[in-house]
């Protein structure tokens, strides 16, 4: 069964320091992942995807994804973070049924402190 | 920019009555999903549809019915509310070709009393 597993219900980090918000995903065909942001009483932004190619994929607002095959894993990074990152963070695979619906994981809360 | 618009960003609703959320997007997409989102479960998928008056089930589908006149325009009801369904219920639109990501309206907080 297609899945996805973020293991952090909450991540902290300080501004300025590197982050990484992780996801694993279990699909039988090729993954094709995606990491969305949710701010506070709002919906979904999406950030970027992966289709296939560079297992680095560049997204929205200075954040990034490694993906890593072997690991099944699908992390967003960003090298410098700043307090107004703090928000709610999706992985999600597109389910191999077709149509691109999304499966996601159940988020990961990114609080940026001063 | 693509716009999916909800109709209420919050609603009260009392035990058994009928509840219709709206949701119009503007960029001629085939797809519209309705989700369900709740604390450390993520978003749950209740009904998607692919073409105009075609609709499946999602995950969760039992307690809800959708409806698709047109296609800009997709509608959850809630035939019969219940306290377990208050929660926070998003739209999203997409293309149907090639891999692409879907955009979501701002969200419903629906509160069931």
């Known amino acids: 069964a297609q899945s996805v597993a973020q293991p952090e219900d909450q991540v902290n980090v300080a501004e300025g320091n590197p982050l990484t918000v992780k996801c694993t995903y279990s699909v039988s065909g090729n993954p094709y992942l995606f990491w969305y942001v949710q701010y506070p009483n709002r919906g979904l932004q999406f950030l970027l995807k992966?289709?296939?190619?560079?297992?680095l994929v560049k997204g929205s607002y200075g954040f990034e994804a490694e993906f890593n095959k072997s690991q099944t894993s699908f992390h967003l990074k960003k090298p410098s973070a700043l307090v107004s990152d703090s928000a709610l963070y999706f992985c999600?695979?597109?389910?191999?049924?077709?149509?691109?619906?999304?499966?996601f994981g159940a988020g990961t809360r990114l609080a940026v402190h001063p | 920019d693509v716009k999916v618009t909800q109709s209420s960003r919050y609603l009260v609703k009392r035990t058994g009555e009928k509840v219709f959320l709206e949701c119009v997007q503007d960029m001629d997409h085939e797809n519209m999903f309705w989700y369900r989102q709740d604390p450390g479960l993520g978003l749950r998928l209740i009904y998607f549809s692919y073409d105009v008056k075609m609709k499946e089930k999602g995950d969760i589908p039992e307690g809800y019915s959708v409806s698709r006149e047109k296609k800009e325009r997709f509608s959850l009801i809630l035939e019969s509310a219940s306290t377990n369904q208050t929660s926070m219920y998003l739209c999203?639109?997409?293309?149907?070709?090639?891999?692409?990501?879907?955009?979501f309206g701002q969200g419903t907080r629906l509160t069931v009393v």
């Open positions: 999600a695979v597109r389910d191999e049924g077709g149509y691109n619906k999304l499966i």
């Open positions: 992966y289709i296939t190619g560079d297992n």
């Open positions: 999203a639109s997409s293309l149907q070709k090639g891999v692409t990501e879907a955009f």
